[in-house]
């Protein structure tokens, strides 16, 4: 037994995969700039909106290691985007 079952990880995948498409989309169509690492960041952020339908869909239908899954990737998502503003 792993640390994280099948369930898990499939919401830890959907949980970056989802923010990840929604960035490179919004890059694509709004023209990203490379010097614009703020707005990146503000993009970014906004980006991880969808995991929160995600993770209460999947509490509503009592499917606890999934939602556990998307909330651990939301995490590393806000201190993803957390350090594209400090850093950046």
Not at 5 to 30: D, N, Q
């Given at each position: ?83 594209l503003k400090?850093?950046?």
């Amino acid at each position: 037994m792993g640390l994280l079952t099948k369930k898990m990880r499939v919401g830890v995948l959907l949980g970056f995969g989802l923010p990840i498409f929604f960035l490179g989309a919004s890059l694509v169509y709004f023209d990203f700039e490379p010097t614009e690492i703020n707005t990146l960041a503000g993009i970014a952020s906004l980006c991880a909106l969808p995991n929160l339908v995600l993770f209460f869909c999947a509490l509503r239908k009592n499917n606890d290691p999934f939602a556990y899954g998307v909330l651990v990737s939301s995490i590393l998502w806000a201190l993803f985007t957390f350090g594209l503003k400090l850093f950046g």
